[in-house]
């Protein structure tokens, strides 16, 4: 928005710099970019009266001028333009006066050896316009010697402001001085909108007639008859220029005007090419055509809004007239339109034709729905004045439903609070009512009620009250002082934190953790070779999947995991250990939702650890994927896990090899050796161990509090026994038993060696246990434990048929 600063003061009595009312603007939200500064070569130009005119010796076409410079110094200027007369006022570029845009500087020269210094000057050497045609005459009145932007009151300084988009109040001269007046506390001079009338009235001559009231909730129309089309006077054509507007004609001119200075869009159409005297504003039809202003054809549809005649369409409403209705030389009659027009339907028409104009810039933004007669007053008026137009009496104004102010409530004390200020009710009311809004008592003491004017499209909600309290403060003003509060993260939920411990546990083993899709392929299912009622063939099918083979939501994490670990062994990483803590989706019957729960999938294949000279490999086995599983119950602080057989395999593991994994009597879970069919079905040609738990159960059982157990003080005493038992014992049940005897200085029991081989028998196995023996009070002897180690040897040896290896 390029807003010349003589035609901001004309509205409001500012004594401030350009630079120091940019600083007043900045602060209070109209961001200044920069100041333009215009005319700047203008400054060694003067007013200057010819006093006479004589025949170039040397040249038929040139002229000696002899001129008045003021303070009694006259010059001799050689000259060829055709209206030089003696008596005539006129611009004179002096000595180094810098002109047109590339800033040639006038010096002293010889022309057909006469000496001229000086230059007088026609409109375009001033680059006021493109007429070229003779000197730029001057009022006979004025004084020589005075400098010619002053006279001519030129425009040379203009605030260049960024507005953001909310503010389509600020889209004009008027916006922008209601502003300043407030920040100073100047009174706001609005422009004569009053133009005189003549008989016969617009009531006969026209008519509108609106179809949309949604589309446009207002429109008004005044009739100008008898105009003559000219260029402007060079006020407004400067005006216009600073603006960055270009003058074409005094009719055309003065709509663009009003434009700038009060930021309402307005229209002028050809009143006789209006056909019927008729204006009817109404939705286009599908796929209308239409001929803008530009001379394009546009396509449109029914959502945008069009102002016809009683024969054809003359306008795209809110966005560029007509090329059938335009203002032409030989126009004598215009009827001017200022109207509302619902900024959604604007923008999109604009966005959707790629046309963007002055007008549907501010249409978007929101316009000031009471100020539009007022603005066909003040162009009536500027077109008698300047086209010697006969303004019709009255104006038709289609306003059904005037504008209701909404009642907008306000806290002092949190508008106080917010802006860091003390801020007193009479401060907050004051700054409101300076703004034009009308404010009344609201319900307590502590609180106001305002009312904004229709032309703040922008103010809604408490907050944004709060925000022209800022503005009238100045941003700058208001303090900056760090926050005071609890820095400082919430715990994490309890669930949350256990699978964090439980990642690092399995990290800690040298795992990789994959995070897999939670979509599957749906023949996922019977890759696994799943029973026809197992739950996890209750599936989700998703409505838009990414493709066939991630249809579905997954029930189980083991095939992503498979995939994961078959897409490594291709790849020639021969050594997997992968992991995945994840939802899996279980559909219910009934429920619209299917049911979530986080499970723990671990795949290993390949070496345990890699391959050493003092070690030599370790393929992965049952032992362990078991250990993992121990591993983690011991990471989180879980006591009781066992592995038992009892039962029926899964199907995808292995009868000879597997599992289930227990905790104090309830199953979480399998492990095992990956079934050779289910193996192949996911590409595995080599051994694959897995293990599937209930992770959320799991979670659930882990202690929340940490039990301190205090450093022993005393050593020590440790027991070793090795019993023969028969191959198929599980080796759990007797540590089981062990763990379980009652003995108050039995500290742990362990299966430190199990041995298979001669002299054993075939069928048998040999089993170490390591008893360990403490007393917190002193250091036991051999005598002390002795008895209760016997006593636990003999019970395993009775229960199990054990018998003590030699």
Same mark, same amino acid.
């Given at each position: 928005?390029?807003?010349?600063?003589?035609?901001?003061?004309?509205?409001?009595?500012?004594?401030? +710099?350009?630079?120091?009312?940019?600083?007043?603007?900045?602060?209070?939200?109209?961001?200044?970019?920069?100041?333009? *500064?215009?005319?700047?070569?203008?400054?060694?130009?003067?007013?200057?009266?010819?006093?006479?005119?004589?025949?170039?010796?040397?040249?038929?076409? @040139?002229?000696?001028?002899?001129?008045?410079?003021?303070?009694?110094?006259?010059?001799?200027?050689?000259?060829?333009?055709?209206?030089?007369?003696?008596?005539?006022?006129?611009?004179? =570029?002096?000595?180094?006066?810098?002109? %047109?845009?590339?800033?040639?500087?006038?010096?002293?020269? !010889?022309?057909?050896?006469?000496?001229?210094?000086?230059?007088?000057?026609?409109?375009?050497?001033?680059?006021?316009?493109?007429?070229?045609?003779?000197?730029?005459?001057?009022?006979?009145?004025?004084?020589?010697?005075?400098?010619?932007? *002053?006279?001519?009151?030129? *425009?040379?300084?203009?605030?260049?402001?960024?507005?953001?988009?909310?503010?389509?109040?600020?889209?004009?001269?008027?916006?922008?001085?209601?502003?300043?007046?407030?920040?100073?506390?100047?009174?706001?001079?609005?422009?004569?909108?009053?133009?005189?009338?003549?008989?016969?009235?617009?009531?006969? $001559?026209?008519?509108?007639?609106?179809?949309?009231?949604?589309?446009?909730?207002?429109?008004?129309?005044?009739?100008?008859?008898?105009?003559?089309?000219?260029?402007?006077?060079?006020?407004?054509?400067?005006?216009?220029?600073?603006?960055?507007?270009?003058?074409?004609?005094?009719?055309?001119?003065?709509?663009?005007?009003?434009?700038?200075?009060?930021?309402?869009?307005?229209?002028?159409?050809?009143?006789?090419?209006?056909?019927?005297?008729?204006?009817?504003?109404?939705?286009?039809?599908?796929?209308?055509?239409?001929?803008?202003?530009?001379?394009?054809?546009?396509?449109?549809?029914?959502?945008?809004?069009?102002?016809?005649?009683?024969?054809?369409?003359?306008?795209?409403?809110?966005?560029?007239?007509?090329?059938?209705?335009?203002?032409?030389?030989?126009?004598?009659?215009?009827?001017?339109?200022?109207?509302?027009?619902?900024?959604?339907?604007?923008?999109?028409?604009?966005?959707?034709?790629?046309?963007?104009?002055?007008?549907?810039?501010?249409?978007?933004?929101?316009?000031?729905? /009471? %100020?539009?007669?007022?603005?066909?007053?003040?162009?009536?008026?500027?077109?008698?004045?300047?086209?010697?137009?006969?303004?019709?009496?009255?104006?038709?104004?289609?306003?059904?439903?005037?504008?209701?102010?909404?009642?907008?409530? @306000?806290?002092?004390?949190?508008?106080?609070?917010?802006?860091?200020?003390?801020?007193?009710?009479?401060?907050?009311?004051?700054?409101?009512?300076?703004?034009?809004?009308?404010?009344?008592?609201?319900?307590?003491?502590?609180?106001?009620?305002?009312?904004?004017?229709?032309?703040?499209?922008?103010?809604?909600?408490?907050?944004?009250? +709060? /925000?022209?309290?800022?503005?009238?403060?100045?941003?700058?003003?208001?303090?900056?002082?760090?926050?005071?509060?609890?820095?400082?993260?919430?715990?994490?939920?309890?669930?949350?934190?256990?699978?964090?411990?439980?990642?690092?546990?399995?990290?800690?083993?040298?795992?990789?953790?994959?995070?897999?899709?939670?979509? /599957?392929?749906?023949?996922?299912?019977?890759?696994?070779?799943?029973?026809?009622?197992?739950?996890?063939?209750?599936?989700?099918?998703?409505?838009?999947?990414?493709?066939?083979?991630?249809?579905?939501?997954?029930?189980?994490?083991?095939?992503?995991?498979?995939?994961?670990?078959?897409?490594?062994?291709?790849?020639?990483?021969?050594?997997?250990?992968?992991?995945?803590?994840?939802?899996?989706?279980? =559909? $219910?019957?009934?429920?619209?939702?299917?049911?979530?729960?986080?499970?723990?999938?671990?795949?290993?294949?390949?070496?345990?650890?890699?391959?050493?000279?003092?070690?030599?490999?370790?393929?992965?086995?049952?032992?362990?994927?078991? %250990?993992?599983?121990?591993?983690?119950?011991?990471?989180?602080?879980?006591?009781?896990?066992?592995?038992? +057989?009892?039962?029926?395999?899964?199907?995808?593991?292995?009868?000879?090899?597997?599992? $289930?994994?227990?905790?104090?009597?309830?199953?979480?879970? *399998?492990?095992?050796?990956?079934?050779?069919?289910?193996? !192949?079905?996911?590409?595995?040609?080599?051994?694959?161990?897995?293990?599937?738990?209930?992770? &959320?159960?799991?979670?659930?059982?882990?202690?929340?509090?940490?039990?301190?157990?205090?450093?022993?003080?005393?050593?020590?005493?440790?027991?070793?026994?090795?019993?023969?038992?028969?191959?198929?014992?599980?080796?759990?049940?007797?540590?089981? $038993?062990?763990?379980?005897? #009652?003995?108050?200085?039995?500290? #742990?029991?362990?299966?430190?060696?199990?041995?298979?081989?001669?002299?054993?028998?075939?069928?048998?196995?040999?089993?170490?246990?390591?008893?360990?023996?403490?007393?917190?009070?002193?250091?036991?002897?051999?005598?002390?434990?002795?008895?209760?180690?016997?006593?636990?040897? &003999?019970?395993?040896?009775?229960?199990?048929?054990?018998?003590?290896?030699?």
């Amino acid at each position: 928005m390029l807003v010349p600063l003589k035609w901001l003061r004309e509205m409001v009595d500012c004594d401030l +710099t350009a630079q120091e009312l940019s600083d007043l603007l900045t602060n209070s939200g109209l961001e200044v970019d920069g100041v333009i *500064e215009r005319h700047s070569g203008l400054n060694k130009v003067i007013t200057a009266k010819l006093v006479e005119v004589a025949p170039h010796p040397n040249a038929d076409r @040139l002229r000696l001028a002899t001129v008045d410079c003021g303070g009694g110094r006259q010059e001799t200027v050689v000259c060829g333009a055709p209206n030089l007369t003696v008596g005539m006022i006129t611009p004179l =570029a002096q000595l180094g006066a810098k002109l %047109g845009e590339d800033g040639q500087e006038v010096s002293k020269v !010889k022309i057909r050896g006469v000496e001229s210094c000086g230059m007088l000057c026609s409109e375009r050497d001033l680059g006021l316009s493109d007429d070229h045609s003779g000197l730029m005459v001057l009022d006979p009145g004025l004084e020589p010697g005075r400098e010619l932007a *002053e006279v001519l009151e030129l *425009e040379t300084q203009v605030l260049e402001i960024s507005i953001t988009p909310n503010r389509g109040d600020a889209l004009s001269i008027l916006g922008v001085a209601r502003d300043v007046a407030a920040l100073v506390g100047a009174e706001l001079k609005l422009p004569p909108c009053e133009p005189s009338e003549q008989q016969p009235g617009i009531e006969g $001559q026209a008519q509108i007639e609106v179809l949309d009231a949604k589309a446009c909730p207002r429109y008004t129309a005044r009739l100008v008859k008898g105009i003559k089309i000219g260029p402007s006077p060079l006020w407004m054509r400067d005006r216009l220029m600073a603006c960055g507007i270009r003058p074409i004609s005094n009719v055309v001119d003065v709509t663009n005007y009003i434009l700038m200075e009060l930021g309402q869009p307005l229209h002028a159409f050809n009143f006789s090419e209006v056909g019927g005297a008729k204006i009817v504003v109404r939705m286009a039809y599908e796929g209308e055509k239409f001929v803008t202003l530009d001379g394009q054809e546009r396509t449109l549809n029914a959502q945008d809004l069009m102002i016809c005649d009683a024969e054809k369409a003359v306008g795209l409403a809110g966005v560029m007239g007509g090329l059938n209705s335009e203002v032409t030389d030989d126009t004598t009659e215009v009827l001017i339109e200022s109207a509302f027009f619902d900024p959604l339907t604007i923008r999109r028409t604009s966005k959707r034709l790629g046309l963007s104009t002055e007008a549907s810039y501010r249409f978007e933004r929101g316009i000031d729905l /009471e %100020g539009c007669a007022r603005a066909n007053g003040r162009a009536a008026m500027l077109m008698d004045q300047l086209a010697g137009g006969k303004v019709a009496a009255g104006i038709i104004d289609v306003y059904p439903t005037p504008y209701q102010a909404p009642r907008i409530p @306000l806290s002092i004390s949190r508008t106080a609070r917010y802006l860091g200020l003390p801020l007193s009710k009479e401060q907050v009311v004051g700054q409101l009512e300076r703004l034009g809004l009308i404010v009344s008592d609201g319900p307590d003491e502590d609180s106001i009620v305002a009312e904004p004017p229709a032309l703040r499209t922008d103010l809604e909600r408490p907050v944004d009250l +709060t /925000e022209e309290v800022a503005r009238m403060v100045g941003f700058n003003n208001i303090p900056s002082r760090l926050p005071q509060a609890e820095i400082g993260a919430p715990a994490r939920p309890w669930p949350q934190r256990v699978r964090a411990l439980a990642r690092d546990a399995m990290a800690a083993q040298g795992l990789d953790e994959a995070i897999n899709y939670s979509f /599957e392929h749906p023949k996922a299912a019977d890759r696994l070779a799943l029973e026809p009622g197992d739950y996890r063939r209750r599936t989700v099918k998703l409505l838009n999947p990414l493709s066939e083979e991630q249809s579905e939501l997954r029930s189980s994490l083991l095939p992503g995991l498979l995939a994961s670990a078959a897409r490594n062994l291709a790849h020639r990483v021969l050594d997997v250990g992968l992991f995945e803590i994840g939802r899996v989706f279980v =559909a $219910q019957e009934g429920q619209p939702l299917p049911e979530e729960s986080f499970r723990l999938g671990v795949v290993l294949s390949g070496l345990m650890a890699p391959a050493s000279w003092w070690a030599g490999e370790q393929p992965v086995g049952l032992s362990h994927v078991k %250990g993992v599983a121990q591993y983690l119950a011991e990471a989180l602080d879980l006591t009781g896990m066992a592995f038992e +057989t009892g039962g029926e395999a899964p199907p995808y593991l292995d009868p000879a090899e597997w599992c $289930q994994i227990t905790l104090n009597g309830e199953v979480l879970g *399998e492990l095992g050796r990956l079934d050779n069919r289910v193996a !192949k079905g996911f590409d595995l040609d080599r051994p694959v161990y897995v293990l599937d738990a209930h992770f &959320d159960r799991l979670a659930d059982l882990v202690p929340r509090e940490k039990v301190y157990t205090r450093l022993p003080r005393y050593p020590e005493l440790v027991r070793d026994v090795a019993l023969v038992v028969a191959e198929a014992l599980p080796a759990g049940e007797m540590l089981a $038993q062990a763990r379980a005897f #009652s003995d108050p200085w039995l500290q #742990s029991v362990e299966i430190f060696d199990v041995y298979r081989g001669k002299p054993l028998d075939k069928g048998q196995k040999s089993l170490g246990l390591r008893f360990t023996y403490r007393a917190e009070d002193r250091t036991l002897t051999e005598e002390e434990v002795t008895p209760g180690y016997q006593a636990l040897v &003999d019970e395993l040896m009775k229960s199990f048929g054990a018998t003590l290896r030699a």
